[in-house]
C-alpha cells in the first residue's frame, strides 16, 4: 500500500515539473519590465513613511516666545514657563532625604530603578549615583524637565531636584543648607549633652 502511494507521488511530481516549466516560458514571454522607468510614478510611500526613524528637530512655531505678562507672574510661574520652553539636553542633581543611612550600592538601586520607570513613561533620563546622598542626573530633552521634577519630587526618598541653577522642593520644606546646619546643630548639641553627662559622673 505505502509502496504504491510513494509511486504514484513520483509519476504525479514527474507530470507537473514539464507543466510549470512550460508555465513559467509563457509568463516570461508575456510580461516584460523595461529598464526605463521615467515614467513610473511610486506613491506608495506618504511622509510619514519617509520621515519615520528620523529624529524630529524642533519647528520655529515652537521657538516662538511665550505671549505672557511676566509683570503679573511670579517667580517660579516663570522659571516654569521657561523650562517649557527649553530644547536640547538637561542635567542635574537630586539630593536624597538626609538622616538616612545610604550604602553606594543603595543609591546606585535607586538610581536604576528612577531610570527603567522613567523610560516606561516614555522620557529618555539615566541617573547615576554621585555619593550616598546626591544622584545626578542626564535628559536629552529638556523639555521634559516639568515631568521629571514632579516625579522626583513624588519619590520618597528624594528631597531637592536642582536643575541647572534652580532647585525645588516641596511646598513646605526648608533649603537644603537650612537643613544641614540644623541637623549640625542637633548633633552638636547631642554631643554637649553627652559631655555634661561625662562631668556629671566624674563628679
Not at 512655531?61 to 536640547?88: A, H, V, W, Y
Not at 533649603?175 to 553627652?194: A, G
Amino acid at each position: 500500500m505505502e509502496s504504491r502511494f510513494t509511486t504514484l507521488l513520483c509519476v504525479s511530481l514527474l507530470l507537473i515539473l514539464p507543466l510549470m516549466g512550460v508555465f513559467m516560458r509563457l509568463a516570461e514571454g508575456k510580461i516584460h519590465i523595461s529598464d526605463d522607468l521615467d515614467d513610473v510614478i511610486d506613491d506608495e510611500e506618504d511622509d510619514d513613511w519617509k520621515e519615520w526613524g528620523k529624529k524630529k528637530t524642533p519647528s520655529d512655531d515652537e521657538f516662538d516666545p511665550p505671549k505672557l505678562d511676566f509683570d503679573t507672574m511670579s517667580l517660579s510661574q516663570i522659571q516654569e514657563e521657561m523650562m517649557r520652553k527649553q530644547f536640547g539636553p538637561a542635567f542635574g542633581f537630586v539630593k536624597l532625604r538626609l538622616g538616612s543611612r545610604r550604602t553606594p550600592d543603595m543609591v546606585s538601586e535607586i538610581a536604576m530603578q528612577w531610570t527603567k520607570v522613567l523610560k516606561t513613561g516614555a522620557l529618555d533620563v539615566k541617573f547615576m549615583g554621585v555619593d550616598v546622598n546626591t544622584v545626578m542626573f542626564t535628559m536629552q530633552r529638556g523639555q521634559d524637565t516639568i515631568e521629571l521634577k514632579e516625579y522626583i519630587l513624588n519619590q520618597p526618598e528624594a528631597y531637592e531636584i536642582k536643575i541647572g541653577d534652580q532647585a525645588f522642593r516641596r511646598p513646605g520644606d526648608p533649603p537644603l543648607d537650612d537643613l544641614i546646619e540644623k541637623l549640625r546643630r542637633e548633633e552638636n548639641k547631642d554631643d554637649e549633652d553627652d559631655d555634661a553627662g561625662k562631668s556629671k559622673d566624674e563628679l
